[in-house]
């Protein structure tokens, strides 16, 4: 088995810098991006034309790439950030993206996962791409934060810290 890991960005905003600040701290990395992960990242400013890391990006053809999670070539999925949306497919099995595909091949094939979804608290103050925003995340995505939870094999973090104590335990 590698010592990679693949890291998945869905179209989420929430703590997206610092998020971005684990990536480039790790060296064995690609990165995952969803449509809506590269329209956030052109918001927040994040430029990936110098990453270190293998990018792949939504227009490739997911089923070859989802593939390296079933033969051992990533040793854990990262998902971070994780938008409600991406969070209810994975609660409902939906495999029709190529983040919701990855996520559901390493489960498949027992590679550990580590979820940060957005919506962790009733309440929540986050950063937009000028200013702090308050977002109140509706019941449904509550509730579907914590179905994942309960999935084996997939750890949910609710906080940056907890994501970097994960990471660490994943990589470490």
């Not at 792949?56 to 070859?64: I, L, Q, T």
């Amino acid at each position: 088995m590698s010592g990679k890991i693949g890291w998945a960005v869905t179209g989420a905003g929430h703590l997206i810098k610092e998020i971005f600040k684990i990536t480039d701290s790790l060296g064995n990395v690609d990165l995952f991006l969803s449509r809506a992960a590269e329209e956030v990242l052109k918001m927040y400013k994040i430029n990936l034309e110098s990453s270190p890391h293998k990018i792949y990006r939504e227009g490739h053809a997911s089923a070859p790439i989802t593939g390296k999670f079933a033969t051992g070539h990533y040793k854990g999925l990262i998902v971070a950030p994780a938008t409600g949306n991406s969070v209810a497919k994975f609660v409902a099995g939906i495999a029709d993206t190529l983040v919701t595909n990855i996520f559901a091949q390493a489960g498949k094939s027992r590679v550990p996962i580590i979820v940060f979804p957005t919506d962790v608290a009733p309440e929540m103050e986050s950063m937009g791409p000028s200013k702090p925003v308050m977002v109140y995340p509706r019941v449904v995505d509550l509730d579907n934060t914590d179905k994942l939870a309960d999935f084996r094999g997939v750890t949910v973090v609710r906080s940056i810290d907890d994501l970097k104590t994960a990471v660490q335990e994943m990589t470490g």
